[in-house]
């Protein structure tokens, strides 16, 4: 008959499902077991408002019994409410601190009526032993105690009683973890540090366009058999210099610094489920996206996942690896749902805080993983603030990628690109900014159509994936490389990174740093699957031709340009579209076939060359890119061209002329009359003059870029 919530600590809403009047006397409201007196009702067509004399206690689960039905009112509204974070908001710092003489422990949840620590000094549950439990106090909300021992070396949960239950969980703020991320450690963070590693100095960039994001998998860089790699799936694995595959040719991170990107962007590498991958032996291949706990390294890609030092310890080695070679590292991470939302600790130690729910108790849904995170609730979104500055600060990294970016508000996406910036060194912050189903209102979800409330925050641009290879969800969709017609105006949207450069104020993007400009990543078909889906008929070498066009259009438009490992010699996973759980032979970087499509793997490297030293491709406002940048009018059908002029955003060459042919036959071009130098083509791509023109036209080949200078 009705749904009930409670909106404030004296007001409760029913939500009719069939309509009804109802008086005083025919409600009873009971709340633990008390019974609050009824003040006041407000019948409206679909709701009623219950005003009480008496204040609702949030530690005790409330019913509402009208007409021989009983619901549970659930606390959704009330949690985003000013009265409530007056009372019970708290920004002392949460989790465990150590120290010789003393350890501090702070956990919060207004919620629970009793917490103990439980400590133990074992990492692992499935060995037996009594933990040693000691009470703690709470303070509005927040529990806290304070050990006069050494504890280094222990292990801690809290064991946490809330309405009725009580469940052993793991604190949200451990930093350190045992076996399979189950009990949070006690450790001395000055242990974990590699010799230099607090001195260290990272590679800086002086506007986030100059990025080149490379998108790998700490597991899948290195497991190929002929990786050359040691430490094969491990962050040690990634962190290892001059590995070569039998061929000769360079692996892991030897090529990855051959390429010559700037940043590396690793897949998920906090804990995440032990059931998707079980540390113990992590034979069975997860992505990761399905978090755990969000503020400690992932132990299967530690040498020893029972030593809770050890995984922090290696993955600094690697940054600080990364580091040494002139590499940025930015970090995927999930804040936007989790694994299991029955087992989740946030839900033990606060039920219903920490997650959406519709009116009726059940799960809101937007990332089609059972859950969705509220983080536009204050200690939600202040979670995700300090997590991410956390892994900032005591690793060193230089950017996040957020999964699933939309389903949060735009105040905490802010609120991130705002601590991130107290660092005071460039800090990349972008995400999927997908417009998805969740329970927050259109206005405030943080994707795309947002992207002007959220400035210097990117967006995965899909306007350019689809319109280059087609749609992601069609996969026999052709696009502009691999033959689709009549797409030339919107790749032109796509050269000028989706901006507002025709002044009709329409655009996706406010500046070009917002624009995340892929063709493929780990999601949905590679592009080499999906061009052989597209095009079946095609040859190989036309299928290549378009491979390589592709990203040519990617890493000579505006924007930040970011590519899937492995597309640079032709990455494929058999035609399987969502390898989240496939095996690793299916996800691996197969170094096999980069001897395979050497010639693609050059193309690629001398893409990224013309890009990283020529500052025309990385204009920095609308302005820049409507003063520089001017397209060639009377172009032949499926071709694109564009002039970067007079020298643009301070580039070394004058003008610079890009063509893209997506037509299967060569095809002449008017340009503007002078002596021109090629240092692109079909199949060369660098800085060097590969041949002199003194014309005013040129003869673009069949799917293939040209770039010329003068």
């Not at 540390?279 to 291949?285: A, P, T």
């Not at 259009?553 to 390898?579: A, M």
């Not at 694109?640 to 002449?668: P, R």
Request: with cysteine.
């Amino acid at each position: 008959m009705f749904n009930a919530e409670v909106t404030k600590f004296n007001e409760i809403k029913l939500h009719l499902i069939e309509q009804v009047n109802l008086s005083s006397n025919e409600i009873i409201i009971k709340n633990g077991d008390k019974y609050p007196k009824i003040n006041e009702i407000q019948n409206n067509n679909n709701s009623i408002i219950i005003k009480l004399n008496d204040e609702i206690n949030i530690k005790h689960d409330c019913y509402i019994t009208c007409k021989n039905v009983t619901v549970k009112a659930i606390y959704r509204e009330i949690f985003n409410t000013e009265a409530f974070n007056m009372r019970y908001f708290t920004d002392l710092e949460l989790g465990n601190f150590y120290s010789e003489d003393n350890t501090n422990f702070r956990v919060w949840s207004p919620a629970a009526e009793k917490i103990d620590l439980l400590l133990y000094k074992n990492c692992d549950p499935e060995i037996k032993e009594d933990p040693v439990r000691l009470s703690m106090k709470e303070d509005n909300g927040l529990w806290s105690l304070n050990v006069n021992e050494n504890l280094k070396g222990l292990f801690y949960t809290y064991e946490v009683t809330v309405y009725g239950q009580t469940k052993e969980a793991v604190d949200p703020y451990a930093k350190a973890l045992g076996i399979n991320g189950l009990r949070g450690a006690i450790i001395d963070f000055n242990d974990t540090n590699p010799e230099g590693f607090l001195n260290h100095q990272a590679p800086r960039i002086e506007n986030f366009t100059e990025a080149i994001i490379y998108e790998t998998s700490i597991r899948d860089i290195s497991t190929h058999p002929d990786s050359g790699v040691k430490s094969k799936g491990k962050f040690l694995g990634l962190a290892e210099e001059n590995t070569k595959s039998s061929k000769g040719l360079s692996t892991a991170l030897n090529h990855i610094l051959e390429m010559g990107v700037t940043h590396v962007q690793l897949m998920p590498m906090y804990d995440f489920s032990y059931v998707s991958t079980n540390e113990r032996n992590s034979v069975k291949y997860n992505w990761g996206y399905d978090p755990q706990n969000y503020n400690a390294p992932e132990g299967s890609y530690s040498t020893n996942p029972y030593d809770p030092i050890a995984r922090i310890y290696e993955l600094k080695i690697l940054v600080q690896a990364l580091h040494k070679n002139n590499l940025c590292v930015n970090m995927d991470v999930v804040y936007n749902h989790v694994f299991n939302l029955e087992t989740e600790n946030l839900e033990r130690i606060f039920p219903g805080y920490y997650f959406r729910f519709f009116e009726d108790g059940k799960a809101s849904n937007g990332s089609g993983c059972s859950n969705d995170t509220a983080s536009e609730r204050l200690m939600m979104r202040r979670f995700i603030v300090d997590s991410v500055y956390c892994w900032a600060q005591e690793y060193h990294l230089d950017g996040f990628r957020f999964d699933l970016m939309g389903l949060h508000d735009v105040t905490t996406m802010n609120a991130v690109r705002e601590k991130l910036n107290t660092l005071e060194r460039p800090m990349m912050l972008y995400g999927e900014g997908w417009i998805l189903g969740t329970m927050l209102s259109d206005d405030i979800k943080a994707n795309q159509q947002n992207a002007n409330k959220m400035p210097h925050i990117g967006h995965f641009n899909d306007t350019i994936r689809n319109t280059v290879r087609g749609s992601v969800f069609i996969k026999e969709e052709k696009g502009f490389a691999s033959g689709m017609e009549n797409m030339e105006e919107t790749v032109q949207y796509c050269v000028v990174g989706c901006t507002d450069y025709t002044g009709n104020g329409n655009s996706l993007f406010k500046s070009p740093d917002q624009a995340i400009n892929y063709v493929s990543a780990h999601d949905n078909n590679t592009l080499w699957d999906k061009l052989k889906f597209s095009n079946p008929e095609d040859s190989e070498e036309n299928l290549k031709s378009m491979q390589k066009l592709s990203n040519a259009i990617v890493l000579t438009s505006q924007g930040i340009p970011f590519l899937h490992s492995g597309v640079e010699f032709c990455r494929t996973k058999y035609g399987i579209e969502d390898s989240v759980r496939s095996e690793d032979h299916i996800n691996w970087m197969d170094w096999d076939r980069k001897a395979q499509y050497i010639d693609v793997t050059k193309y690629y490297m001398g893409l990224i060359k013309l890009r990283k030293e020529h500052n025309a491709f990385k204009m920095n406002n609308v302005e820049q890119i409507k003063n520089h940048l001017e397209f060639l009018p009377d172009m032949p059908k499926n071709t694109v061209g564009f002039i970067l002029k007079n020298y643009a955003n301070g580039d070394s060459w004058k003008d610079i002329i890009v063509i893209y042919n997506a037509g299967k036959e060569a095809v002449s071009i008017n340009i503007p009359e002078g002596t021109w130098n090629v240092v692109v083509d079909k199949n060369s791509a660098g800085v060097e003059a590969l041949r002199n023109l003194n014309t005013n036209a040129i003869t673009v080949e069949s799917i293939s870029m040209t770039v010329i200078y003068r």
